[in-house]
Nanobody, 122 residues
Framework: QVQLVESGGGLVQAGDSLRLSCAAS????????MGWFRQGPGKERAFVAA????????DYADSVKGRFTISGENAREPVYLQMNSLKPEDTAVYYC???????????????WGQGTQVTVSS
């Protein structure tokens, strides 16, 4: 079992920055990939970014490349999502998730946090 807890969401204005955190506990060594997903109002859950802390590999959705940065040292440290130059279309509930291999696909991730709301006003 892996437990994930997100924090750091909030209400910001367009152009501002936020940093989300995801604290993992349990058998984290079984899930080397940590991902961030988001779900906006009336939309499906979508991939944002992922990191594989066994080899440092990172991956980003095209919509956030150059603005968001995912980081994490190892299974015992939080995973962060630094979000810069935020836009109103970034408004969503952001979820942290864990997977056994690199993927942008929701169903590959089998452990999920409860989500944290990010709202960007124009």
């Amino acid at each position: 079992q892996v437990q994930l807890v997100e924090s750091g969401g909030g209400l910001v204005q367009a152009g501002d920055s936020l940093r989300l955190s995801c604290a993992a506990s349990g058998r984290t060594f079984t899930r080397p990939v940590m991902g961030w997903f988001r779900q906006g109002p009336g939309k499906e859950r979508a991939f944002v970014a992922a990191i594989n802390w066994s080899n440092g590999y990172t991956d980003y959705a095209d919509s956030v490349k150059g603005r968001f940065t995912i980081s994490g040292e190892n299974a015992r440290e939080p995973v962060y999502l630094q979000m810069n130059s935020l836009k109103p279309e970034d408004t969503a509930v952001y979820y942290c998730a864990a997977a056994p291999r690199n993927s942008q696909v929701v169903r590959t991730y089998d452990y999920w946090g409860q989500g944290t709301q990010v709202t960007v006003s124009s």
